[in-house]
């Protein structure tokens, strides 16, 4: 914990700054969500094109475990919490409001704890992006694997 005290009204320019931040995050979240809607969709899409057409054998197969895994890693995504339910804790801006007397410590522990937020946020959406990347390449794998099958026909 920084012991210079920090101006009101810079450390109301950092609040401000900070929601902005938890802003796009959940923005950022439910943009990842949508898109593993859509991964799922077009996943659930191609598997009937890839049951219809039956090609090479093999080819089929893997361009249907492909696409399972991408439908799961899409389910994966999208189960995993978003920046909306991860930050900021109100019960810890509560409690550092109680404990604290001195308007400068307050302000200095709340900016703390939104620092460690927007931490906690990025990292969770870091691995959503992740998750959501791979069901993308194994989707798009599972395309290309079609479509070298029925080139072989």
């Known amino acids: 914990m920084s012991t210079k005290p920090i101006k009101p009204g810079l450390a109301d320019w950092l609040r401000l700054l900070a929601g902005s931040q938890l802003q796009t ?3 950022r979240s ?4 949508a898109g593993a809607l859509g991964v799922m969709a077009v996943d659930a899409a191609v598997t009937l094109i890839v049951i219809d057409a039956e090609g090479t054998y093999g080819l089929w197969i893997i361009a ?3 696409l399972g895994l991408s439908f799961s890693l899409a389910v994966r995504t999208m189960r995993l919490p978003g920046a909306e339910e991860t930050g900021p804790s109100i019960a810890s801006m509560r409690r550092a409001r109680e404990a604290e007397e001195d308007e400068y410590l307050l302000e200095d522990s709340l900016l703390n704890d939104l620092e460690e937020d927007l931490h ?8 959503k992006i992740r998750l959501f990347n791979r069901a993308l390449n194994f989707l798009v794998l599972a395309i290309l694997v079609e479509l070298a099958g029925r080139g072989v026909q």
């Open 25 to 27: 995050q959940v923005s």
């Open 30 to 33: 439910v943009a990842l969500d």
């Open 64 to 66: 249907l475990l492909l």
């Open 120 to 127: 906690t946020n990025e990292r969770a959406l870091a691995h």
